[in-house]
């Protein structure tokens, strides 16, 4: 039977593993383990037992009101006492707060940066017009120092992506001069995420009837580039 195994997870503060044993394209066992080695208990030997309270919260830094609560409900057993109604809630509402917490850690700082990697596309075509958060200046300061370098180069860009068949940097010609773009969308704090959005799907009507083709072939970074120099002035 086929053994597959699945990590290091290493977005759980300390390592885990998934084993699979696969039969006719059907998993038919599965294990977790967490193969990280951290040996606090090894720490503990010949101390204080109270010392307890004090290690075992710093073996996460994600759960370490869980790791205490385990190290106080040990140490309630060995004394064979049991807390008051009132202290069983207040450790619930602890743990409660905790895992609360967790949650918006995990998601934000854990896995939220793997889907704003290059692979899940470019960020700043993310950020839609409407919405909630539209998340503007988050999306020019991730960009910025990329393209801050190639600004000056819209005026060439925009010569080789073939844009000046339809545009003129001052005169319409198909489509409407780049100086007028830039004019209609200075005070947009959108624009650029739009307009990059425009360049590469094509659209119609923000200037008449005369449809804007898709321009695929112009890459992030140009295009990018381009919308910067067009809503900066296109001088
Ligand atoms: C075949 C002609 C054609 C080509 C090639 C073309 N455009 Fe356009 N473009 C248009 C037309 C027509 C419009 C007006 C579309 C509209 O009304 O929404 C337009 C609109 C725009 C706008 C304004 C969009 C808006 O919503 O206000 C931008 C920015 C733009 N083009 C950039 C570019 C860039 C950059 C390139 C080159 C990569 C390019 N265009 C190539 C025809 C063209």
């Known amino acids: ?5 699945v990590g290091p997870f290493n977005r759980v ?4 593993e998934v084993t699979l044993d696969v039969a006719d394209g059907q998993v038919r066992e599965a294990r977790v383990n967490s193969p990280l080695y951290r040996g606090f208990e090894q720490l503990l030997v010949g101390r204080d037992p109270f010392d307890a309270l004090v290690f075992a919260p710093r073996i996460c830094g994600i759960c370490s009101v869980s790791q205490s609560h385990a190290a106080a409900r040990a140490l ?5 006492v049991s807390p008051p109604p009132n202290g069983c809630l207040a450790q619930n509402l602890a743990l409660g707060c ?4 967790d949650h918006l850690t995990h998601f934000y700082l854990f896995f939220m940066p793997d889907f704003a990697r290059d692979s899940h596309g470019n960020l700043a075509e993310q950020v839609r017009p409407v919405g909630p958060v539209a998340g503007a200046k988050a999306a020019v300061a991730t960009v910025a120092p990329a393209t801050a370098a190639k600004a000056p180069e819209g005026a060439d860009l925009v010569k080789s992506a073939g ?6 940097v ?3 010609v198909v489509g409407p001069a780049f100086r007028d773009i830039g004019a209609k969308y200075a005070k947009d704090a959108n624009a650029v995420a739009t307009l990059v959005g425009k360049v590469k799907q094509g659209g119609v009507g923000a ?16 295009a990018q580039a381009i919308v910067r120099w067009i809503v900066g002035g296109a001088k």
Do not use: F, S, Y
């Open 98 to 101: 905790e895992n609360m917490a």
């Open 170 to 172: 001052t005169n319409k």
């Open 163 to 168: 844009c000046t068949a339809c545009h003129g």
């Open 76 to 80: 309630a057993q060995l004394a064979e």
């Open 207 to 222: 200037w008449g009837q005369i449809p804007m083709p898709p321009q695929p072939q112009v890459k992030d970074a140009d």
């Open 1 to 5: 039977m086929p053994r597959l195994v």
């Open 13 to 16: 503060e300390g390592d885990l």
